[in-house]
Nanobody, 116 residues
C-alpha cells in the first residue's frame, strides 16, 4: 500500500522555524521526484519546493527562497522541508507530493500556522 505520512506542522511565532517530514512507503521512493505544496484558505495550491530523485537539484518558490530548504534521505524514504524565518503569509496546509512518470502520490497535509 502506498503511503505518504507528513508530520512536523504546528503553531509557531513569526520568525520561528519548523521542519516538516514526509515518510514514504509502498513504492521505490528513490525513483521519485519530491515536492512540497501549500494551500492557504481561499487560495490555490502552490508549489513551494521540489527536489530531484537523487537530491542534487532543488527549486523554490521565490517567496521562500533563502528561508526554506528541501532535502531528502533515500535511505529513510523521507523528504523534508526546513522552514526558517517563518512569516504569517506562510500559514497554510502543506502537502507532500512525489512523482515518477504517471505515478503521482499525495500526503494528507499538515497545518502550519504562523501567528503571534
Amino acid at each position: 500500500e502506498v503511503q505518504l505520512v507528513e508530520s512536523g506542522g504546528g503553531l509557531v511565532q513569526p520568525g520561528g522555524s519548523l521542519r516538516l517530514s514526509c515518510a514514504a512507503s509502498g513504492f521505490t521512493f528513490s525513483n521519485y521526484y519530491g515536492r512540497w505544496y501549500r494551500q492557504a484558505p481561499g487560495k490555490e495550491r502552490e508549489l513551494v519546493a521540489d527536489i530531484s530523485n537523487g537530491g542534487r537539484s532543488t527549486n523554490y518558490l521565490s517567496s521562500v527562497k533563502g528561508r526554506f530548504t528541501i532535502s531528502r534521505d533515500n535511505a529513510k524514504n523521507t523528504v523534508y522541508l526546513q522552514m526558517n524565518s517563518l512569516k504569517p503569509e506562510d500559514t497554510a496546509v502543506y502537502y507532500c507530493n512525489v512523482v515518477f512518470y504517471a505515478n503521482n502520490y499525495w500526503g494528507q497535509g499538515t497545518q502550519v500556522t504562523v501567528s503571534s
